[in-house]
């Protein structure tokens, strides 16, 4: 638990830059929504889009930086390194370079790459190979390439074995995910809970992608989304794989966020500037990574909590039949912008849902925080605690 701890420690500095993309990206669709060819929404948009998009290599940096025993440049060059390698060495063009063919459907699990849990892997193993290898030394005609210089050098070969790994492993899982999917699209409101239980679980492997590309795009020809903004289908139906993650993000995170503060046992600025952007950021724009971030690894108990909350919330939203649409996520900007969709159907249903759910996440994570003593902040992070070691 204590290296859960630390890795959710170590993650802080690039969650901090989740509520900024995520404000962007908020006033971007906005603007855009009634002005379509607005330069401001455009800049907003793409620039809001790019940050996020591009989290998983700050997660790589803030992990292998966060989790090592001292702070040296040796590390954003060795987890920058491990990163291009990955998420360039796995794509088509340079597969058939290598020698390795493979077919579009491994090709689409691949691509999928590119995700927060690849990040964290990396700067997992940047870390390891800094703390274990930093010291090492080397005959004189290599002592050049002694101590932490040897640490890319050796990052370099263990990336290209995770790569190797990787090709083999990732399409696997990922396809296995896909039949998951498929299987449980059957089970009507059942399977929209069970969709949003393992949506949330899969979160910190990334493979929550192979999920959703059966639910909300064209895989297995549900295509919620893309049917919900072109208001096709039956209504109460199109659009109940999306709806019950409206209360959850934009209610239940924020009632987790004042529960996390509440239970602090230093209560400093720092904490509150951070629970008060994140569940903003939750709650305009849906993206709920960087509230679970929060407690993912240094409480997984409560991350178990959440999915099972997620999953109880889309079961009842599509019970019911109240549906809403998410472009992007499902915050308040794609909830008012779906309302001028024909199809939704009761989408202020999901607003009392919301209400109940704050109220269940606030005072559940309340008492599991109490009962159990969960640590979620430290008093320091990890990173505040060392001493800067300077080449």
């Known amino acids: 638990m204590e290296k859960l701890r630390r890795l959710g420690s170590s993650l802080l500095p690039a969650i901090s830059v989740l509520p900024v993309a995520s404000l962007m990206l908020g006033i971007g669709q906005w603007v855009h929504s009634f002005q379509s060819d607005s330069f401001l929404a455009g800049g907003l948009i793409v620039l809001g889009n790019f940050i996020l998009g591009n ?30 390698i990955v998420s360039n060495l796995l794509k088509a063009p340079y597969l058939k370079e290598i020698g390795l063919t493979t077919d579009a459907v491994k090709l689409d699990a691949l691509e999928k790459l590119n995700n927060q849990f690849i990040g964290i892997l990396i700067g997992i193993l940047v870390a390891y190979l800094y703390n274990r290898f930093s010291e090492t030394k080397l005959p004189k005609y290599l002592a050049f390439f002694e101590g932490p210089r040897i640490v890319p050098i050796l990052t370099v070969l263990a990336t290209a074995l995770l790569v190797i790994l990787l090709y083999f492993v990732w399409p696997f899982f990922f396809s296995l995910l896909v ?35 059966v639910f909300w795009f064209d895989i297995a020809g549900i295509n919620d989304i893309a049917n919900f903004w072109s208001s096709q289908g039956e209504k109460g139906i199109v659009g109940m794989y999306q709806a019950g993650f409206f209360p959850i993000t934009m209610f239940g995170l924020p009632g987790t966020a004042l529960a996390m503060y509440r239970s602090a ?31 993912m690894f240094s409480a997984p108990p409560l991350f178990l909590l959440h999915a099972g909350l997620t999953g109880i919330s889309l079961f009842i939203c599509s019970f ?48 599991f925080i109490h009962k159990f003593q969960l640590v979620l902040f430290n008093e320091q992070t990890e990173t505040e605690s060392r001493n800067v070691k300077r080449n």
């Open 55 to 84: 989290i998983s290599i700050l997660f790589a940096l803030s992990v292998s930086i966060g989790l090592a025993k001292e702070q040296d440049v040796c590390l954003p060059i060795s987890a920058t390194l491990a990163f291009l």
């Open 320 to 367: 019911f039949k109240w549906t809403a649409g998410f472009g992007f996520s499902s915050g308040l900007v794609d909830y008012l912008l779906s309302l001028k969709i024909p199809i939704a159907n009761q989408p202020y249903m999901l607003l009392v849902v919301g209400v109940g759910a704050f109220f269940i996440y606030y005072f559940v994570f309340t008492f």
């Open 179 to 213: 039949d998951f999917g498929k299987g449980i699209s059957r089970l009507g409101s059942i399977g929209a809970g069970l969709f949003g239980l393992f949506n949330r679980l899969l979160i910190p492997t990334g493979l929550h992608n192979a999920l959703n590309s």
């Open 265 to 295: 046992p230093n209560k400093n600025e720092k904490i509150k500037s951070l629970l008060i952007a994140n569940a903003f950021t939750a709650f305009l724009m849906g993206v709920s990574e960087p509230i679970e971030l929060l407690f």
